[in-house]
């Protein structure tokens, strides 16, 4: 059981958190103009990494608020939080 | 008493107090202190139960909580009963009562015993291939496994005891109270490290409290005496909180263990009352030390499972700390000097020890000196080829080994005896290690896995890190404690320590036999009867990974997980597959370490708390107007309100009626509410909804409906525009917690440019929906000077008001195409204006009714439920309400899946209303739905999803999901039922008042 690091209320139990599944997927502005296949690779394909991946938290019976998470889902090391319209880190 | 094998007072033991207990019906007496089990070896007992497969009596084989085979029942036939408890770790008291398991119809004679005679036939996957087939059969089976090899029997009656949760929360936890777990608690304290240390015994000291060696000595002491004062000294430092009789069971990432603290199982029943039990402590540790010491291996050799064989550190602990003596004639077994320390200690007590077989060529330690010294016969290099005696060991057969080890060779010697102490070598417990995802490496020179890669703060010292000899475990804890804490120095730094040098081993994991293996029984797995046989068939029959092995042939796979037998089975495989045990690895070791019973996992949680509940302001008056309730979600709703002893369908009937025909009141406050304000609310509302909200004007109300992004519907309600930027969204019962995180995830990460603020409301208001043709007399009377008229308070319009003090907002809104009201007030008003409305409404017959009469209502009018009628894989076209589907809406959530190919698709499922053509018969809700009988494979065309007898119809109604029902109006189907098939057509969904006069009425 992790302890996250809410970047608005700080260390909490996980029981706190709700996971909320791959980080900087962006809903496309004009849906209307994609084709089915790209209109699908939004809504349907995620990655599933062994290793570092980036992903979307919520302090869901905290303070309510998104922020981002770098998992190594092999290890569940939890290697940075960052808020909300930040920017990844490149590595 | 029968026999005392009592050999001197120990220190540990109160032989002042006697406690009588019962096993197996007949009455024993053991001292304050005793475990059964050293109570019962005390009695000369050494049979306690049977073993799982074959039935082959057992004895006590350990003194601690990784015995495989001396599991019993305790207190059977009460409600404090409980099965599969180790009796090496049941501590006695007065009035205890035990019996074995397994064992049928008594534990000296046993009708499974049988399978022993029989056990050609029963090899390594014999359960998979033999009781698999016929599935059919799988009853029978099932009956004569679980009678003849029973695992012990579940308790019948309410638990009387009561368990407890506890968190804690400290600096460094330190799990095991033995020699290195006392100094590293000891100056974790010291150094102002908030310090939790924790034992699974009511001692501290682990094997050093009872170890006098003349060979060990620490600070020029024994080694027993030193520890009794570090022990002492413990209760007086501040920061350390120390915790007997607690087992951690699991070991979690980011250090969260969860430890029970067993409280009153060692007490009388009469202390045992209104006390807690045992409390699940779920820990948090910043830094976790782990101190959980070795094991002691058993060797594998024909017939090693006797009453009588045990562990040879088992037999040195019940003669040196409990004053036991588990045989009057004893021999040891051995690969190393382990065994030595034990024969001298019972030579030292005078107790005989015919002789030792050691499986080296020599050993010159100072002890195998002592033991020669004594007189004590040494057989080296011999091997035990076969055991007998069938209740209880009466001798063995020893052969030389073969320089290889792999044969044996010369004349057999047959030696009587009726104790064999075996030693194996140790195997560090690096269980919880393994469990919190640190990663192993095996050590070829003493042929152990060891802690390699920390997934934590965490750190392993003394024997669970490989360090077996005192000196060197506490020049390891030294050095390791002082990087771990960041500490300069300990208060042992410069303990003067003596102990012996270190000892030779001889490591053969499968030990010959002067017969054919095919004839033998090497148990590996004693609880689960897996012999080194059935490993060798496993590989045999292509088996190659550990994970597969061990299911097909069981090995650890009991109650003790293997604890004892684990690592020969992986030295087996690797010797017969001929690969390194380095690459071979481990299985998992899996939590609870030791088992946990079901009450200390639910703690508190039970009867009314074993789940919350949500009740709404009016449920007073629900309960005592006898409402029955159902749950929604976590509510609590009235469900109907039966009178006379009315059956549901009669109150639901009567109540219907009531609703059409005069008033009706329901108790709506249950649904979701949450409340929206901001300058760009109603662009929010443009974007989540399917329907336009631009132009709701202010004090307006409109009907919603929600998509997921794959267009399929999510969630409806009706929401009301309060003022400018102002906005009340009602979400359906079960859906509001998942709607508004829904909302506030689209708010915070798709369109955070949007000024818009969500609060959940549920609670805040309670809501009285009074519905029916006389709804407008009774809000007349409650509220006189508010207009009423169509002008002024159309429908789908709200308005402000106040009823004496209690302000209100009321929507004149419909769920069941009646002219009706719902009236909002602070939650705790809930119950006063309820009881206005029913004070108001008894000249018109006011009928309370409940959740099962609303769906009756709605479903009359054709009204979807969300999570009824739809099931995630309907889109707002299968429902046949395009007509809420904006098509000039540039963007809603979902809008762009309803354009995808497959939504559009025509043979879609979509809800339609069926008429059953007996207007009496009401169909089941799930039924399926075909147009062809006697069709194979039948083609399903759907399911019923509401199903009801409609009292103002006076005929069956249903809606349900057709494919292509969109264009079948009218067109019979069928409904096969197991005893009938059902006649039924296709109808529009809105059976009653179709052009929707009343709700304008
Ligand atoms: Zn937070």
Redesign the pocket.
């Known amino acids: 059981m992790f302890v996250i690091n809410?970047?608005?209320?700080g260390e909490?139990d996980q029981q706190e958190f709700k996971a909320g599944g791959e980080a900087h997927i962006e809903r496309p502005k004009q849906p209307t103009e994609l084709s089915d296949d790209e209109w699908a690779e939004y809504l349907f394909m995620r990655k599933n990494i062994k290793g570092v991946q980036f992903e979307r938290w919520n302090?869901a019976h905290?303070?309510r608020?998104w922020f981002n998470m770098v998992r190594d889902t092999s290890n569940d090391e939890i290697k940075l939080i960052y808020k909300m319209g930040e920017r990844p880190p490149s590595e | 008493m029968s026999a005392n094998l009592r050999v001197k007072s120990s220190e540990f033991i109160d032989e002042t107090v006697r406690i009588s207990f019962k096993f197996n019906g007949k009455t024993y007496y053991g001292f304050k202190g005793d475990t059964l089990a050293s109570a019962l070896l005390a009695n000369d007992i050494h049979l306690v139960g049977r073993s799982f497969k074959y039935h082959r009596p057992r004895g006590i084989m350990t003194a601690g909580s990784e015995e495989p085979n001396a599991i019993v029942q305790v207190n059977d036939k009460t409600n404090r009963t409980e099965p599969n408890v180790r009796a090496t770790e049941v501590e006695i008291y007065e009035g205890l009562e035990a019996s074995s398991q397994n064992c049928w119809p008594s534990v000296n004679f046993d009708i499974g015993g049988i399978n022993n005679a029989i056990s050609a036939f029963l090899p390594a996957g014999f359960y998979y291939k033999t009781f698999m087939w016929p599935a059919s059969f799988w009853e029978k089976y099932e009956y004569f496994i679980r009678h003849s090899a029973g695992l012990g029997k579940s308790p019948t009656e309410k638990d009387p005891d009561i368990y407890d949760h506890r968190n804690i929360h400290c600096d460094v936890l330190v799990v095991g109270a033995g020699i290195s777990g006392i100094l590293a608690a000891k100056n974790a304290a010291k150094n102002n490290f908030k310090t939790l240390l924790v034992d699974e015994k009511n001692e501290l000291g682990g094997a050093t409290i009872y170890q006098n060696r003349e060979f060990n000595k620490i600070d020029n002491q024994s080694s027993s005496d030193w520890i009794k004062k570090e022990i002492q000294e413990l209760s007086n430092i501040k920061n350390l909180e120390i915790k007997t009789r607690t087992s951690v069971a699991a070991y979690h990432g980011y250090n969260y263990l969860l430890a029970r603290e067993n409280l009153t199982d060692h007490l009388e029943k009469k202390d045992k009352q209104d006390k807690i039990r045992q409390r699940l402590l779920k820990i948090r540790a910043k830094k976790v030390i782990l101190a959980t010491g070795a094991l002691e291996r058993p060797l594998i050799f024909n017939n090693n499972d006797r009453p009588g064989i045990m562990l040879s550190s088992a037999v040195k602990k019940y003669a040196d700390f409990y004053g036991v003596v588990s045989g009057k004639k004893n021999i040891f077994f051995t690969n190393n000097d382990s065994a030595y320390e034990s024969a001298l200690c019972l030579h030292n007590k005078g107790i005989q020890v015919e002789a030792i077989i050691d499986i080296r060529e020599k050993s010159d330690s100072n002890i195998v000196k002592a033991v020669k010294k004594a007189g004590i016969t040494i057989h080296w290099s011999h091997t035990i080829v076969d055991t007998k005696g069938y209740k209880k060991l009466n001798s063995i057969s020893v052969m030389k080994l073969s320089n290889d080890g792999l044969s044996v060779i010369g004349n057999k010697i047959n030696i009587s005896c009726d104790c064999l102490g075996v030693a194996g070598g140790w195997t560090p417990a690096v269980h919880l290690f393994t469990q919190s995802g640190g990663k192993l490496t095996f050590d070829e020179n003493d042929k152990v896995f060891l802690p390699n890669k920390y997934p934590s703060d965490q750190l392993c010292v003394g024997s669970c890190n490989g360090d077996f000899k005192i000196k060197e475990i506490i020049n390891n804890l030294s050095i390791n404690l002082k990087k771990f804490l960041n500490i300069e120095k300990t208060d042992f730094d410069n303990l003067s320590v003596d102990s012996e040098k270190e000892n030779s081993k001889r490591n053969i994991w499968l030990l010959p036999s002067n017969k054919p293996i095919g004839k033998t029984k090497p148990f590996v797995d004693y609880q689960n009867d897996a012999t080194a046989k059935d490993i060798k068939l496993a590989l045999r029959e292509g088996f190659r990974s550990i994970e597969h092995v061990k299911r097909y042939t069981t090995t650890g796979m009991g109650t003790d997980q293997g604890k004892l037998g684990n690592m020969h089975a992986l030295g087996i495989i690797a010797d017969t597959a001929g690969v390194k045990m380095g690459d071979l690895g481990t299985t998992t070791f899996r939590p609870p370490y030791t088992p946990l019973t079901f009450g200390t996992i639910v703690g508190r949680n039970v009867g009314e708390y074993f789940d919350t509940f949500r009740r709404t302001p009016m449920n007073d008056w629900h309960i005592e107007n006898k409402a029955e309730f159902e749950n929604v979600g976590q509510w609590k709703r009235a469900w109907y309100y039966p009178i006379n002893g009315e059956t549901m369908h009669e109150s639901v009937q009567r109540e219907s009626i009531a609703a059409r025909e005069s008033v009706g009141i329901l108790d709506a406050s249950t649904l979701g509410k949450i409340d929206i304000q901001g300058s760009d609310a109603s662009e929010f509302l443009n974007r989540v909804y399917t329907n336009a909200w631009s132009k709701l004007g202010i004090g307006k109300c409109r009907y919603g409906l929600m998509l997921n992004e794959d267009g399929m519907v999510y969630d409806d309600g009706v929401t009301t525009r309060l003022g400018e930027n102002h906005y009340l969204m009602t979400t359906t019962t079960g859906g509001a917690a998942n709607v508004l995180g829904k909302l506030e995830d689209y708010l915070q990460t798709e369109w955070p440019e949007l000024d818009v603020y969500l609060t959940s409301v549920t609670d805040h208001y309670a809501t009285a929906s009074i519905c029916g043709p006389n709804s407008k007399k009774i809000l007349n009377k409650i509220i006189p000077d508010l207009d009423l008229s169509e002008e002024n308070f159309p429908h789908m319009s709200f308005k402000n008001a106040q009823i004496e003090n209690i302000k209100c907002r009321i929507m004149r809104i419909s769920f069941t195409g009646e002219h009706s009201y719902e009236i909002n007030v602070q939650a705790n008003f809930g119950k006063a204006i309820w009881e206005k409305c029913m004070e108001a409404g008894k000249e018109f017959n006011i009928t309370p009714y409940g959740t099962e009469t609303m769906h009756l209502l709605r479903a009359e009018k054709g009204f979807i439920i969300v999570g009824q009628d739809t099931d995630g894989t309907m889109t707002p076209i299968d429902l046949q309400m395009d007509w809420i589907v904006s098509k000039k809406k540039y963007d809603f959530i979902g809008k762009r899946s309803l354009y995808r190919s497959d939504t559009m698709k025509e043979e879609r499922k979509q809800l339609v209303g069926l008429l059953t053509d007996d207007p009496s018969i009401v169909l089941e809700e799930g039924a399926q739905i075909v147009s062809e009988l006697n069709q194979s494979p039948v083609n399903m065309l759907g399911h019923v999803t509401s199903s009801y007898y409609s009292p103002n119809l006076k005929k069956s109604i249903a809606l349900a999901v057709v494919r292509n029902g969109k264009n079948m109006m009218g067109k019979k189907l069928f409904i096969p039922m197991e005893d009938k098939t059902i006649n039924v057509t296709v109808a529009n969904p809105v059976f009653f008042d179709s052009k929707n006069k009343r709700i304008n009425a």
């Open positions: 809410c970047p608005y209320c909490r302090h905290g303070c608020k």
